[in-house]
């Protein structure tokens, strides 16, 4: 098993990722997994009625930032496992704002939200943990850009990491 901890630099990802990727630190593996805990208990505490809550008109709710948070891991995490194996496929943008009007998150409750991102979690320290060494700094195309594996599992931490601020910032101070 390899943990990636060297921070992947600027070339490895598009310039839109550079803040997430600045905002987690190394040992990535265990801060994505420690993260999972701290999203459990944040969304533990948030009360049932407040779960569809907006902090102003036309913004996600709760529950579809947590959705996001799931189809944007999921996301990642596939381009990362196609780079890994060797794929040389361009991989398109995802409109995050079509997938969460269609994820029906909003129907769902906090509590079956959580469930799923904590499953999403460990599904990708799994992934990542599969890694060999080398397949760390192969490269593929999302979106127009070039990644490395290592960008992509920075990013996921980063892009979580930002989400779960936004939600404690603005959603729940």
């Known amino acids: 098993m390899v943990n990636p901890t060297r921070k992947p630099h ?14 987690v630190e190394a040992p990535l593996l265990e801060r994505l997994e420690s993260e999972g805990a701290e999203w459990r208990d944040l969304l533990a505490a948030v009360p049932p009625d ?12 709760i529950r579809e930032v947590v959705g996001h948070v799931i189809d944007a891991e ?21 409109d995050e704002n079509s997938y ?12 079956d939200l959580s469930e799923e991102l904590s499953a999403v979690r460990t599904a990708t320290l799994l992934l990542l943990r599969s890694f060999p060494e080398d ?27 930002h989400h779960r601020q936004v939600l404690m910032e603005r959603y729940l101070a």
């Not at 600027?10 to 905002?23: G, H, K, L, N, P």
């Not at 407040?50 to 709710?61: D, F, I, N, Q, V």
């Not at 994820?103 to 509590?111: E, K, Y």
């Open 10 to 23: 600027s070339d490895e990802y598009a310039d839109f990722y550079a803040s997430y990727v600045a905002a």
């Open 100 to 111: 969460a009007a269609e994820s029906g998150a909003d129907q769902r409750t906090l509590a």
């Open 135 to 161: 397949a760390w700094n192969r490269r593929g195309v999302a979106s127009g850009y070039e990644f490395t594996v290592r960008s992509l599992a920075w990013i996921i931490a980063g892009h979580s990491r």
């Open 74 to 94: 999921r996301m990642f995490s596939v381009r990362a496992m196609a780079f890994a194996r060797g794929d040389a496929s361009h991989y398109p943008s995802f």
């Open 50 to 61: 407040h779960e569809g809550y907006r902090y102003a008109p036309g913004k996600w709710s």
